[in-house]
């Protein structure tokens, strides 16, 4: 793991015009390290405080593709989702599905990266139990480090309970 100040991207320079309190945390992705409990023992974090952003979609026509930023080691229960988010039936994008919809790649799809870009954003509301949490910084390899707050204000992710 590597902490840098130099690092750059759409995601920070987001973060410094907003005056957002943020630290990246940088790791190798190549080296095999792709889950978010893998990217948490990688950057020195509990796991429960990194946290993945997973695509998912309603069955409702109409409906924005939904990002769901959870703490890395759950499992998305799809049921309470879509209870939560009031539709019938929700299931996740598949990983082609996703990087069409986010041009990003999985590995970095980051709320962060993508506001304003048609998503409705849900952030699972453990995450206010921490005073920062580490969500993708849109590439893989990246993590930023922010109050969930911070995060939830420039995104205006909803907080629900899954």
Sequence with gaps: MSESTNFKNNVTRL?????????VRLYDYDAGVHSAVDVAQAVGLPTAQVFKTLVALADQPGKKPMLVVIPGPATLDLKALAKAVGVKKAKMASHEQAEALTDLQTGGIS???LIN???DIYLEQSATQFETIA?????????VQLAPKDLIKLTRARLISL
């Design 117 to 119: 870009k048609g998503f």
């Design 15 to 23: 973060l410094e015009s907003k005056k957002v309190a943020f630290q």
């Design 135 to 143: 969500v993708s910084a849109g590439q893989r390899g990246a993590q």
């Design 111 to 113: 709320p962060l990266a």
